[in-house]
């Protein structure tokens, strides 16, 4: 029976965790359930820079005498040291919106930063507070702050709709009729500018300027 996806070996600098969870799927989606070849798998895909590690931090006991969650753990717990919950939470509440950055990339920025601050049952709250006082933007923080009831996903929605809308203006602001010309008509007026202009062409926008209609 061919199996299904691809199992690429774990490299230095990639994230265990993500490469654990990715495992995982993979022995879902071909029904390996038995503990022994998942710690088979897990050996051979990890790479050898990993199995030297777990050699190393079990010796004198070997990889094989343990169970696939228990290498897992053993591996998870030498590359990401669990860390304090006080700095995570320091982290999670001073962090703050770029200027130009995507709601949805700020709120997805919060929830990896609220991974180990373990907030459990209020994390929804946490984030939605987090998003309006981090927010960095006035307009659409008067907005939210206006709303009697905010929940987590209002919140997402009016901050995404007020984003979008105040794009969309200034889209629409710069390609107003009349307002393209006036930069171009004053870098070719400019003293540093090397476009020449006749003379024919600069008195016809200044008389433009100053034309009304006869009606």
């Known amino acids: 029976m061919a199996t299904l996806g691809i199992l690429k070996e774990f490299q230095e600098g990639e994230n265990w965790t993500e490469f654990t969870e990715r495992l995982e799927q993979y022995f879902l989606a071909n029904d390996i359930e038995d503990n022994g070849k998942k710690r088979a798998i897990l050996l051979t895909v990890c790479g050898s820079a990993t199995y030297s590690l777990m050699k190393n931090l079990l010796a004198p006991a070997k990889p094989t005498d343990k169970s696939f969650s228990e290498l897992v753990t053993l591996v998870k717990n030498h590359h990401q040291p669990k860390a304090s919950i006080i700095v995570s ?44 006082i981090g927010i960095n933007n006035d307009r659409i923080q008067r907005r939210l702050l206006s709303e009697s009831e905010l929940h987590l996903q209002r919140a997402v929605e009016i901050a995404q709709a007020s984003f979008t809308a105040a794009l969309d203006f200034q889209t629409i602001t710069n390609n107003k009729p009349g307002q393209l010309d006036r930069p171009n008509l004053q870098k070719m007026e400019g003293k540093d500018t090397n476009v020449t202009v006749s003379d024919k062409t600069k008195k016809y926008y200044k008389s433009a300027r100053k034309s009304e209609c006869y009606r």
């Open 89 to 132: 939470r320091f982290k999670f509440h001073t962090s703050t919106r770029e200027p130009e950055q995507l709601i949805s990339d700020y709120l997805a920025q919060l929830r990896k930063l609220a991974e180990p601050c373990e907030f459990g049952n209020s994390l929804e709250e946490m984030l939605r507070d987090r998003l309006v």
